[in-house]
């Protein structure tokens, strides 16, 4: 059978072992060969190619890495260049990928989040979990269902006096544990440097019990002021204290409820004596 050449790549073929394969039909195939894909070296042109109708692809090895061409028969066009292409020891940044069942040590962006061990759980926000020494600010429960709730008051070794300030971003409750000595006047704040109407919105309130300690000559709450404006109290009963109770501790129950950003309030007032 005779050597034949192909039609698809120029390459030359032999059919038997007793066929010639020349140094010229050789020299041909490769050359053939390398048009279809070859490596060029830096500083080498890239080459223009004597026949067009077949698609070529070459890498072109620059001093700025390996680029990827593809010769369309007219233009060489890059397709992808070295610092594209993902390696195992690189580092790149990648956009736009999906990560199956990845293992990831350390996320570094302008922050560590670190993933904890098996040990501990993740809470889910569709999940039912149990959070122990967890602190929430300005939470916002829904149905919330409170088992042996511990509420934290504010014991203070004093009295109160004149205008006393109610620091209700501290705590709700407060008991003064000293006998009073004089009348005096609840004034209800956030703090020092916050208000007690940026603690609520409209429609919403706050229960307030202040606890005072009386020996034999008892005082009273004579008022209540938030923020230091002069609030009416409505109290149980339609019955306001006149007096404190002797040899007792009274407690003074005022929920506040904000009725208008202006701000206005309607405060509801009730003293139980204890003794």
């Not at 620091?167 to 008991?175: E, F, G, I, L, V």
């Not at 919403?204 to 209540?224: I, K, P």
């Amino acid at each position: 059978m005779a050597v034949t050449t192909s039609d698809r790549l120029g390459l030359t073929l032999w059919s038997s072992d007793a066929d010639n394969f020349t140094r010229t039909q050789m020299n041909g195939s490769h050359e053939n060969l390398e048009l279809v894909a070859a490596r060029f070296t830096a500083g080498a042109a890239l080459p223009s190619l004597p026949d067009t109708s077949y698609e070529r692809a070459l890498f072109y090895n620059t001093s700025a890495g390996t680029l990827h061409y593809s010769y369309n028969g007219t233009n060489w066009d890059e397709i992808v260049t070295e610092s594209a292409v993902v390696t195992l020891t690189g580092t790149e940044t990648l956009t736009n990928k999906t990560l199956t069942n990845p293992v990831i040590a350390t996320i570094s962006n302008t922050g560590t989040i670190t993933l904890p061990t098996a040990t501990t759980t993740l809470v889910g926000r569709d999940t039912t979990d149990t959070m122990t020494n967890k602190t929430l600010s300005e939470p916002t429960l829904k149905l919330a269902v409170n088992q042996s709730p511990i509420e934290q008051w504010q014991v203070v070794a004093a009295a109160p006096t004149g205008t006393q300030n109610i620091d209700c971003s501290t705590s709700a409750a407060w008991y003064y544990t000293a006998n009073t000595t004089t009348n005096f006047t609840a004034n209800l704040r956030g703090d020092g440097s916050t208000t007690f109407s940026s603690l609520l919105s409209v429609g919403e309130s706050m229960s307030v019990v202040v606890a005072v300690q009386n020996a034999s000559t008892a005082r009273y709450l004579v008022g209540l002021t938030i923020d230091g404006a002069s609030q009416t109290v409505l109290w149980a009963g339609d019955i306001s204290p006149t007096a404190g109770n002797a040899n007792s501790i009274d407690t003074y129950l005022l929920t506040v409820i904000k009725t208008n950003s202006a701000p206005a309030y309607t405060v509801f007032g009730q003293q139980v004596q204890f003794a």
